[in-house]
């Protein structure tokens, strides 16, 4: 993932089989695929459903990174 490698050392990715983990979809609403999930000290502080432009989510995550 091209993100992963842009933001290696400052943000951890992870992905979940949403079949096999169903609590934790079920816990934060995963309903539809793909659904993009933002946490920051544990806590979620951003959601993104469907697939928006490499562009748009780099600039999302460069914004969480400067803050």
Known sequence: M?????FDGKIKFCKINTE???????KYSVNA???IL???????IGRVVGL???????QSFKDLVIK
């Open 20 to 26: 096999k983990n169903s609590v934790i979809s079920s």
């Open 33 to 35: 695929l793909p659904t």
């Open 52 to 58: 928006p432009s490499k562009k748009s989510i780099s």
């Open 2 to 6: 091209e993100l992963a490698e842009e």
């Open 38 to 44: 933002t946490f920051k000290n544990g806590n979620l």
